[in-house]
């Protein structure tokens, strides 16, 4: 996470028990979590786990828990970027490697492998977002702003304010904490 949340106070969700969560429970149900409390959403490696029916469940909740001045910051794999390695037939050659090991366009496009082939089905991905699609998905709750950029790392990062538009000065300093 970006050093901008260095002194936040951090609240994980997560459906699986063992990652030891704060909250046990799908981003697509938040009811434990009051209205406008939070400063922040950071959702990194979520959405892409969701069918794509529960993606604008989610995005209500993100929305619903939002304080008004409050953003969300999404990060997915670009699938438009990965196809370009599905293109050359490299579907099952190591793109990068993460902590949990090595990277292939396989795993970006339906979820760590490795992890699933141990039954960790929830790391499946049952969704998927290109630049134009993210954009889509985002205009459906009534977020203030929304941007979308391209990460070199094939992922796409959005973020989204709740109700208010983002002077210059707000963007270019947001943006740039979150490394985006």
Same mark, same amino acid.
């Given at each position: 996470? =970006?050093?901008?949340?260095?002194?936040?106070?951090?609240?994980?969700?997560?459906?699986?028990?063992?990652?030891?969560?704060?909250?046990?429970?799908?981003?697509?149900?938040?009811?434990?979590?009051?209205?406008?409390?939070a400063n922040a959403v950071w959702s990194?490696?979520?959405? /892409?786990?969701?069918?794509?029916?529960? &993606?604008?469940?989610?995005?209500?909740?993100?929305?619903?828990?939002?304080?008004?001045?409050?953003?969300?910051?999404?990060? &997915?794999?670009?699938?438009?970027?990965?196809?370009?390695? !599905?293109?050359?037939?490299?579907?099952?050659?190591?793109?990068?490697?993460? =902590?949990?090991?090595?990277?292939?366009a396989h795993d970006m496009l339906f979820?760590?492998?490795?992890? !699933?082939?141990?039954?960790?089905?929830?790391?499946?991905?049952?969704?998927?977002?290109? =630049?134009?699609?993210?954009?889509?998905?985002?205009?459906?709750?009534?977020?203030? /702003?929304?941007? !979308?950029?391209?990460? =070199?790392?094939?992922?796409?990062?959005? !973020?989204?304010?709740?109700?208010?538009?983002?002077?210059?000065?707000?963007?270019?300093?947001?943006?740039?904490?979150?490394?985006?």
């Amino acid at each position: 996470m =970006p050093s901008l949340f260095d002194d936040w106070q951090e609240l994980r969700v997560d459906v699986d028990p063992a990652s030891q969560p704060d909250l046990l429970s799908s981003i697509t149900d938040l009811s434990a979590i009051p209205n406008g409390i939070a400063n922040a959403v950071w959702s990194s490696h979520c959405l /892409e786990h969701l069918y794509a029916h529960q &993606v604008g469940q989610a995005l209500q909740e993100f929305w619903r828990i939002l304080a008004d001045d409050g953003f969300v910051c999404i990060i &997915v794999p670009d699938l438009q970027a990965v196809a370009s390695y !599905v293109a050359a037939d490299q579907l099952h050659q190591v793109v990068y490697q993460s =902590p949990v090991g090595p990277i292939t366009a396989h795993d970006m496009l339906f979820g760590f492998g490795a992890a !699933v082939a141990q039954g960790h089905t929830s790391m499946a991905h049952k969704c998927g977002f290109t =630049p134009s699609a993210m954009v889509q998905c985002l205009s459906g709750p009534p977020f203030g /702003e929304v941007i !979308v950029r391209r990460r =070199p790392t094939l992922e796409l990062a959005a !973020v989204c304010t709740k109700k208010h538009a983002l002077t210059e000065a707000q963007r270019e300093a947001l943006l740039s904490a979150l490394e985006l």
